[in-house]
């Protein structure tokens, strides 16, 4: 059991807190993942049109 803190882009608040997490090592790495993913898809039919 951990607590895990994710500093963000935020001006106001830029620091989010997750506390009494049962397994952070396997949540961290989920956010990770999720962090990691593509945040927009090009159209394949077109010379880079974003959808």
């Known amino acids: 059991m951990g607590d895990i803190t994710i500093k963000t882009q935020s001006e106001r608040d830029f620091t989010k807190r997750m506390v009494k997490v049962r397994d952070p090592m396997r949540v961290a790495n989920l ?9 927009f898809k090009l159209d394949e039919r077109s010379t880079g049109k974003i959808n």
Do not use: H
């Open 31 to 39: 956010i990770r993942d999720v962090m990691a993913r593509q945040l």
